[in-house]
């Protein structure tokens, strides 16, 4: 496995400095978050800045992957709208479409996977098979496209969000599936919804698992947190990764943190490192 870091939390610096820091302090991976001022498919630049970005990650050994949970790239007054499951069709096939961009960004950057989520369900009123269907019929359109580019899909269950556990994944499952749509497994999300022993689901969905997001949290409270300020035990957790021989990126998510951000992907590197070996 190899030690990763995401680019949003890296939000006050460029991307060139971002990378140059990583690589610096040992990361071998990098989290591209797609944002306004990172690979923004409405920019009108993202030619050259893919050639840039080639060139980056070339240069400092990286392998990548890309996220889509950038909060207000599709709606400024919204954060993370519109999503796969929002009322108003074509407002679900913005983000379907953006999906799309975003795995020929993968495709152009030969990254292990594109990562993304469900959305939010806010319409109390809608039944759940209504939702499974929305959400159902934009997935079969970009794991369609994925499969068309030779892009792996790892998919979030996110806590708040309409698949927000791995109870609910496994659901999705049995509606939607291909071999390209795999699971982005997020370390503290699970001791946050109390799916525990958290290796225990690592081991299970191991052949599965495409990408990997890491950080410290507390049960029952959504708040990334650095390693050292929470609850969770990692010593079994990266056991687990190592049993499994997962081969993949480790990406330790801390987006509120870049006011801080060389310290802390410091502070996160000194403290994973040692349990990877």
Same mark, same amino acid.
């Given at each position: 496995?190899?030690?990763?870091?995401?680019?949003?939390?890296?939000?006050?610096h460029?991307?060139?400095?971002?990378?140059?820091?990583?690589?610096?302090?040992?990361?071998?991976?990098?989290?591209?978050?797609?944002?306004?001022a990172?690979?923004?498919?409405?920019?009108?630049?993202?030619?050259?800045?893919?050639?840039?970005?080639?060139?980056?990650l070339?240069?400092?050994?990286?392998?990548?992957?890309?996220e889509?949970?950038a909060?207000?790239?599709?709606?400024?007054?919204?954060?993370?709208?519109p999503?796969?499951?929002?009322?108003?069709?074509?407002?679900?096939?913005?983000?379907?479409?953006f999906?799309?961009?975003?795995?020929?960004?993968?495709?152009?950057?030969?990254?292990?996977?594109?990562?993304?989520?469900?959305?939010? /369900? *806010?319409?109390? &009123?809608?039944?759940?098979? $209504?939702?499974?269907? #929305?959400?159902? =019929?934009?997935? %079969?359109?970009?794991?369609?496209?994925?499969?068309?580019?030779?892009?792996?899909?790892?998919?979030?269950?996110?806590?708040?969000?309409?698949?927000?556990?791995?109870?609910?994944?496994e659901?999705?499952?049995?509606?939607?599936?291909?071999?390209?749509?795999?699971?982005?497994?997020?370390?503290g999300? /699970? *001791?946050?919804? &109390?799916?525990?022993p958290? $290796?225990?689901?690592? #081991?299970?969905? =191991?052949?599965? %698992?495409?990408n990997?997001?890491?950080?410290?949290?507390k049960?029952?409270?959504?708040?990334?947190?650095?390693?050292?300020?929470?609850?969770?035990?990692?010593?079994?957790?990266?056991?687990?990764?190592?049993?499994?021989?997962?081969?993949?990126?480790?990406?330790?998510?801390?987006?509120?943190h870049?006011?801080?951000?060389?310290?802390?992907?410091?502070? $996160?590197?000194?403290?994973?490192?040692?349990?990877?070996?």
């Amino acid at each position: 496995m190899l030690l990763g870091y995401n680019t949003n939390g890296f939000a006050h610096h460029s991307v060139e400095d971002a990378l140059a820091i990583l690589a610096e302090i040992g990361y071998r991976s990098v989290a591209l978050t797609i944002d306004h001022a990172m690979l923004n498919p409405y920019g009108g630049e993202l030619s050259a800045q893919l050639r840039r970005m080639r060139q980056l990650l070339t240069r400092y050994e990286m392998r990548s992957v890309i996220e889509t949970g950038a909060r207000f790239l599709l709606d400024p007054r919204q954060k993370h709208e519109p999503t796969l499951v929002s009322a108003d069709a074509a407002e679900r096939s913005r983000r379907v479409r953006f999906l799309q961009q975003t795995i020929d960004i993968a495709a152009e950057l030969q990254s292990d996977c594109v990562s993304f989520w469900s959305g939010v /369900l *806010h319409e109390p &009123g809608v039944s759940e098979a $209504a939702a499974f269907d #929305r959400l159902c =019929a934009g997935l %079969l359109q970009v794991i369609e496209y994925a499969q068309s580019r030779n892009v792996q899909l790892g998919f979030e269950p996110e806590p708040g969000m309409f698949i927000d556990t791995m109870v609910r994944y496994e659901q999705l499952l049995q509606r939607v599936d291909a071999p390209c749509f795999k699971l982005t497994l997020d370390i503290g999300h /699970l *001791h946050c919804r &109390g799916e525990t022993p958290i $290796a225990e689901h690592i #081991r299970r969905w =191991a052949p599965r %698992l495409v990408n990997v997001h890491i950080e410290d949290m507390k049960c029952g409270v959504h708040e990334h947190l650095m390693f050292g300020e929470g609850e969770i035990n990692f010593l079994p957790v990266m056991q687990a990764l190592r049993d499994s021989n997962y081969a993949g990126g480790v990406h330790v998510e801390l987006s509120r943190h870049s006011h801080m951000a060389p310290e802390a992907a410091r502070r $996160a590197y000194d403290f994973l490192e040692p349990l990877i070996k």
